[in-house]
């Protein structure tokens, strides 16, 4: 398993995750059942894209906890973020 930055946090549906970013990384938004898949190298499902341009707005579709994770897949190098979350 690489590295990744992790945020978690309580959304309810329709609620928006605002992701900036200073260079290209991987941004994967997922709830608890899949960031656990994730992390343990098993299946998962999420919003996973490169994102290449700020800001990334993704919108929750349904009430939980959800997980923000930012990675390089596995390259060496620092993400400068900042991650907003608007209810």
Same mark, same amino acid.
């Given at each position: @398993?690489?590295?990744?930055?992790?945020?978690?946090?309580?959304?309810?549906?329709? *609620? @928006?995750?605002?992701?900036?970013?200073?260079? *290209?990384?991987?941004?994967?938004? @997922?709830?608890?059942?899949?960031?656990?898949?994730?992390?343990?190298?098993?299946?998962?499902?999420?919003?996973?894209?490169?994102?290449?341009?700020?800001?990334?707005?993704?919108?929750?579709?349904?009430?939980?906890?959800?997980?923000?994770?930012?990675?390089?897949?596995?390259? *060496?190098?620092?993400?400068?973020?900042?991650?907003?979350?608007?209810?």
């Amino acid at each position: @398993m690489f590295e990744h930055l992790r945020s978690r946090e309580y959304l309810e549906q329709g *609620a @928006m995750i605002r992701v900036w970013l200073e260079d *290209a990384c991987w941004v994967r938004v @997922m709830d608890d059942l899949n960031y656990n898949n994730f992390r343990n190298g098993r299946d998962y499902r999420g919003n996973v894209t490169v994102v290449t341009v700020s800001p990334h707005e993704i919108v929750v579709p349904y009430s939980g906890f959800w997980n923000v994770v930012l990675d390089l897949n596995g390259s *060496a190098g620092s993400i400068r973020h900042s991650i907003e979350y608007i209810r």
